[in-house]
C-alpha cells in the first residue's frame, strides 16, 4: 500500500512537471530567439540563453518600411478599446429589455439571438463584406465594430444575471422619478459589474486575437492591426525567426498583462459561461 | 415588471434592443438568405453590377465535380481525427492532475493557460519555427535520440499532424479548465465506496470519473467537430494550404475563392456545403450520444 502511494504520488509528479515542459517550451523558445542575432538562430547546438544577446530582431520589427508596427500596435489597441466596450453597452441594454420586460414576440427574438451562436461564421462573412462595402465602410473599425453590436453570449449572460436583481429596487428608484434609461445606467449596470468586467475581458482578448475579419476587412496597411502585421512578418520575412519571435513576443505581451491581472475573472468566466478567448 | 407607463415603456424596449437587434438582422439573419442566394450566382464584387450571372446549381456541380471538394474534406476529417481523440486525451489528464491539491497550484494554472489566451497568429508562429525541418528545435531533440525528425510542415504527409500538435498544445488549457469543473462536481463518496470494494485506480477511472464526466466530453466532442470543420487561422498562417495541397480545407478555400479570387458565388456554394455538413455531423452525434452518455437522474 505505502510503494503503492509513492508510485502514485512519483507519477503524480512525472505527469505534472512533464505537462508544464511542454506548456512552457515553446514560449520560453520564442523568446531565446527574438534575443538572438541572425546567424545565431541556425546555431547548432542549440543555445537556450543566447550567447551574446542581441537586440536586434526588435529593433529590426520596429523600422521595418512595409509593416508600421508600432501603428499596429496603437490601432490594436483601439480596435480592442472599441470591440470591448461598444458590444458590452449593446449586450447589456438588450439585456436588460429581455430580463425586466414583457413584449410581444420575446421568446421568438431570444431565440433568434441564440441561433447567431449555430451559424458558421463562414456563411454570413461573405454577404456582411459585400454589406459594409456597399456601406462604404471597409477598411474603417465601424466595419470591423458593427457585426459584433449583436454579441449574443453577452445578452444570454447577462440576461442571467439582471433577471435575479430584485424588481423592488427598480420599482423604488420609479418611485423617485427615475426614467428607465437612469434606471439602467445607475442601477442595472452598477449592480451587474462582476459579469460585466468577465465579459469585457473577454470581448478585449478576442478583439485582440481577432485576425480573419479584420484580414477581410483591413486591406489598407495603415489600419492594420497587430495579427495582420505579424501574419505578413510571417510570409515575408519566412527565414527570418528572431523577427518572428519578436513579434509574436510583442503581440502575446499586452494579453498576458490582461490575464495576469484579471485570471480570477478569466476562470470564472470559464466555468459559468464557456466563453472561449 | 411594472414600472414606468405604458407608453414610455414601449419607447424605452425599442432603444434598449434597438442596436443589437440592427446587427442580428443584419449580419446574422439576412445573410444566411444573401448567401444561400449568391451561391447561385456567378459574382465578382470588382466587376459592375451588370456582370453578376445567375448560374443555377452549377457553382455547387463544379465544386462536386472536381477534386476540390473530396480533397478539402479529407483533410478535414484527417484534421478532426488526429486533433480530436489527443486534445480530449491531454485535457482530460490534466485536468485529473489540476484536481489534485499540490503547491503553486494557482501558477501552474496560468502556466497552462498561456497558451490558449496566445492569438493563433502568434501560436502559428512560433510552431512553425519549432517544427523547422533543420533548425526546429523539435528535429534537433529527435536527433538526439537517433530519429531524423520530417520537414513537418513542408512535408505532404507530415504538415497536418504538425499543425495539429500545434492546436493541441493551444487548446488543451481551455478545455482542462472545463473538463476539471466537471471533475469537482463528482460526488467524493462514490471514490470512498470503491475504495472500500477494493477497486484499482484504474477501474476507478473507468466506472466512476469517466460516466460521470461523460456529458462533458460530449459537448466538447460536439464543440469540438463543429470548430474542427471549421479549421482556419492555424492552417492559414502555418502552411497557407500547402505544400501542394495537402492542408487544404474548407474554410481556407472559402476564404481564398471570395478574397484571392474574387469568386464570391463559389466561395458561398463551399460555405453552405459545410454549414450542410456541419448540421448533418451534429445531428448524427446527438443520435449516438445515448450508446455512451450517462446523465445522472
Known sequence: MRADRIASRTLFYLFLTAIAIAALLPFLWMVSTSLKAREAIFAIPIRWIPREPSLEAYKAIFTLTNINFIRAFINSMQVAVLLTFLPLITSAMAAFAFAKFNFKGKQVLFSAFLLTMMIPGTITMIPNFITLKTMRLLNTYTALVLPSLCNSMGIFLMRQNFVKIHDEYLEAAVMDGASLYRIFWTIILPLAKPVLFTMGLFNFMGAWNNFLWPLIILTDRKKWTLQLGLSNLGSNFYNYQHYQMAGALISIVPIIIVYLISQRYVEQGLSTGGIKG | ?297
Do not use: C
Open chain 2, 1 to 297: 415588471m411594472y414600472i414606468g407607463g405604458v407608453r414610455q415603456k414601449r419607447v424605452a424596449i425599442l432603444l434598449f434592443l434597438a442596436p443589437a437587434v440592427v446587427a442580428l438582422v443584419l449580419f446574422y439573419l439576412l445573410p444566411i438568405a444573401t448567401s444561400l442566394v449568391l451561391s447561385l450566382l456567378e459574382y465578382d464584387p470588382l466587376r459592375p453590377v451588370s456582370d453578376i450571372k445567375f448560374v443555377g446549381l452549377r457553382n455547387f456541380i463544379d465544386y462536386f465535380k472536381y477534386q476540390d471538394m473530396r480533397d478539402q474534406y479529407l483533410h478535414v476529417l484527417y484534421y478532426i481525427g488526429l486533433y480530436i481523440p489527443l486534445v480530449l486525451a491531454t485535457s482530460v489528464l490534466e485536468a485529473m492532475l489540476l484536481n489534485r491539491t499540490f503547491k503553486a497550484k494557482t501558477l501552474y494554472k496560468v502556466l497552462l493557460y498561456l497558451p490558449v489566451i496566445s492569438s493563433w497568429v502568434a501560436v502559428a508562429l512560433i510552431w512553425r519555427w519549432l517544427l523547422h525541418g533543420e533548425y526546429g528545435i523539435i528535429n534537433i531533440m529527435l536527433r538526439t535520440i537517433g530519429i531524423q525528425g520530417p520537414s513537418w510542415l513542408h512535408n505532404k504527409s507530415w504538415a497536418m499532424p504538425g499543425v495539429v500538435m500545434a492546436a493541441v498544445w493551444k487548446d488543451t488549457g481551455y478545455y482542462a479548465l472545463i473538463v476539471l469543473a466537471a471533475l469537482k462536481g463528482i460526488d467524493r463518496n462514490y471514490y470512498e465506496a470503491a475504495r472500500i470494494d477494493g477497486a484499482s485506480a484504474i477501474k476507478q477511472f473507468r466506472f466512476i470519473t469517466l460516466p460521470l464526466v461523460s456529458p462533458t466530453i460530449f459537448l466538447l466532442l460536439v464543440i469540438n467537430i463543429i470548430a474542427g470543420f471549421q479549421v482556419f487561422e492555424s492552417i492559414y498562417v502555418m502552411t497557407e494550404g500547402g505544400p501542394a495541397g495537402a492542408t487544404r480545407v474548407p474554410v481556407e478555400q472559402v476564404y481564398r475563392n471570395a478574397f484571392t479570387y474574387y469568386k464570391m458565388g463559389y466561395a458561398s456554394a463551399i460555405a453552405w456545403v459545410l454549414g450542410i455538413v456541419i448540421i448533418i455531423a451534429t445531428i448524427i452525434q446527438f443520435r449516438f450520444e445515448k450508446l455512451w452518455v450517462s446523465y445522472e437522474s
